[in-house]
């Protein structure tokens, strides 16, 4: 399973952006999919996450101005963040919770990656 995340770039303080991450080769089924996100220098955290069954999550430093969504036919999940901060500034990562073949256990599969920088 491959995930390609896009939509990083350099967005002033305030400003809005969404983020898109796309999984792609054998895939059964996926039953999370989510973002986290790491800044120069701290660990990876996470930012929200979306699973099949059940409510999505997000992290405090987030909630109340970021958006998680998953378009299950294109096996896309968004992230869609607003009022965007100087410390939301970090390469943002999208993780799959993935089963390749019927009977196989779900694994866990990575991203690049995508960088946010929030300046003026």
């Known amino acids: 399973v491959q995930l390609q995340a896009s939509g990083g770039g350099l967005v002033q303080p305030g400003g809005s952006l969404r983020l898109s991450c796309t999984a792609s080769g054998t895939i059964f089924s996926i039953s999370v999919m989510g973002w986290y996100r790491q800044a120069p220098g701290t660990q990876r955290e996470l930012v929200a996450s979306v699973p099949s069954v059940g409510a999505t999550k997000y992290a405090t430093a987030v909630k109340g101005r970021t958006t998680i969504s998953r378009d299950y036919a294109k096996n896309t999940v968004y992230l869609q963040m607003r009022s965007l901060k100087p410390e939301d500034t970090a390469v943002y990562y999208c993780?799959?919770?993935?089963?390749?073949?019927?009977?196989?256990?779900?694994?866990?599969?990575w991203g690049q990656g995508t960088l946010l920088t929030v300046s003026s």
């Open positions: 993780p799959a919770v993935a089963v390749t073949r019927y009977l196989d256990s779900p694994s866990n599969y």
